[in-house]
């Protein structure tokens, strides 16, 4: 079990702000920035740093799972002509001319 597992996002959050309450004012406007974040993470369910750090690595991993749909549904690629079939660009399944999205897996097709 790893050592943050114990330490609660409150007493980390409650921590932090009464550390920036005896700092200068640049690192206190940091500090309210990080209490600011944790809270934000803290109302996303998280109970304890291990919480927070599988939020965000969760996060992380929708946003690379939306940047490949939308390269694949939102970027068209030009179909192919192979033996006077029309091609999908990334599956190699057959299309119909002037089809919107391959039918087979979905990609956005530009005959343009």
């Known amino acids: 079990m790893d050592s943050n597992s114990n330490v609660t996002m409150d007493a980390i959050i409650t921590f932090l702000g009464q550390t920036g ?13 990080a209490v600011n974040i944790l809270f934000a993470i803290s109302e996303e369910g998280a109970k304890t740093a291990e919480d927070a750090l599988d939020i965000i690595h969760d996060y992380r991993l929708q946003a690379k799972q939306y940047a490949a749909l939308q390269k694949k549904h939102l970027t068209a690629g030009k179909p192919f002509l192979k033996d006077g079939v029309w091609h999908c660009p990334d599956c ?7 089809n919107s999205f391959c039918h087979r897996c979905g990609k956005k097709l530009g005959w343009r």
Request: hydrophobic content about 25%; aromatic content about 0%; charged content about 25%.
């Open 92 to 98: 190699n399944g057959r299309c119909r001319p002037n």
């Open 21 to 33: 309450a005896s700092t200068p004012p640049e690192a206190a406007e940091l500090t309210k920035a």
